[in-house]
């Protein structure tokens, strides 16, 4: 069983940075796509970047595009999300995700049916 463990979350001021990581266990998971996802309060979950097993092709959310770096250390089994300039509305809980089933994320990497593990989140509190 895969577990996915998500930290580094917390409290930032607006125009301040904050980097997840994850943690994965139970599998190796350097053959495989990674990405996280948020939730705000009363919101859809939404994606925000996707990663693929070597760190080649990488997607990020139109709406954080330019503010995010997503990385992965197939050694460590980690995945981490890098966030600067935050915006009160990036104000959300993030979410580990693991794709088991492809090393390269699916032309379908933006919607949340294709990730097989979630973490159990992260709170990111983005303060103006």
């Known amino acids: 069983q895969v577990q996915l463990v998500e930290s580094g979350g917390g409290l930032v001021q607006a125009g301040g940075s904050l980097r997840l990581s994850c943690a994965a266990s139970?599998?190796?998971?350097?053959?495989?796509?990674m990405g996280w996802f948020r939730q705000a309060p009363g919101k859809e979950r939404e994606f925000v970047a996707a990663?693929?097993?070597?760190?080649?092709?990488?997607y990020y959310a139109d709406s954080m595009k330019g503010r995010l770096t997503i990385s992965r250390d197939n050694a460590k089994n980690t995945v981490d999300l890098q966030m600067s300039s935050l915006k009160a509305e990036d104000t959300a809980v993030y979410y580990c995700?693991?794709?088991?089933?492809?090393?390269?994320?699916?032309?379908?990497?933006?919607?949340?049916?294709?990730?097989?593990?979630w973490g159990q989140g992260t709170q990111v509190t983005v303060s103006s």
């Open positions: 995700v693991l794709d088991l089933k492809r090393a390269w994320p699916s032309t379908n990497y933006d919607s949340s049916q294709q990730y097989d593990y």
């Open positions: 990663i693929s097993w070597n760190g080649v092709t990488i």
């Open positions: 139970g599998r190796t998971i350097s053959s495989y796509t």
